[in-house]
């Protein structure tokens, strides 16, 4: 099974290294994988020549082999995977970010608020995409200010006190 790992932001100079975003809290573990697919397929897949932290915080410069600058610009943002079994097993109460994608979001009153879309890495902290049953989308960071539990038995993530941050983000 292929989940995905990170995004490719842009190019990094004339070369064809590629400036990349983690999709995961502990981003150091892209230090670590050696091929990438582009697709759940497993088609193509891409060796690491090199791979470094980059400049900003969590970016990545990665360097593939066989990929210059032309083809590497058609690369820009799209989603790189891995396989499950090369991701490193984790500590308790860690987790992957495709672990959560799909999961209820509910408060403690059961209140039905939306799905987990996508997870974002931000810096400080992560931003969950919500969408709702209107087809409205919203975000929630991922704090405990506002995250109480993550249930992966039932696939419930438990909120606390976003009523007003969702109203925040409404147009």
Do not use: C
């Not at 999709?23 to 060796?47: A, C, G, V």
């Not at 990545?60 to 032309?70: A, S």
């Not at 209140?111 to 087809?135: R, T």
């Amino acid at each position: 099974m292929l989940i995905p790992i990170a995004k490719i932001l842009t190019t990094h100079g004339i070369k064809g290294e590629l400036k990349v975003s983690p999709l995961l809290s502990y981003s150091e573990i892209l230090l670590q994988i050696k091929k990438f697919y582009l697709n759940k397929n497993k088609e193509r897949p891409l060796e690491v020549e090199t791979i470094r932290k980059g400049p900003g915080y969590n970016v990545y410069l990665i360097k593939f082999k066989n990929v210059e600058f032309e083809e590497a610009q058609n690369l820009t943002n799209q989603t790189l995977y891995i396989e499950l079994e090369d991701l490193p097993d984790l500590e308790e109460d860690e987790f992957y970010y495709y672990q959560i994608i799909g999961f209820k979001i509910k408060d403690k009153s059961n209140y039905f608020w939306g799905e987990i879309k996508e997870i974002m890495p931000m810096g400080e902290y992560d931003l969950i995409l919500v969408k709702n049953k209107k087809g409205e989308e919203f975000y929630v960071p991922l704090v405990e200010e506002y995250v109480e539990e993550i249930d992966f038995q039932n696939k419930v993530l438990l909120v606390k006190d976003i009523k007003d941050l969702v109203e925040s983000q409404k147009p």
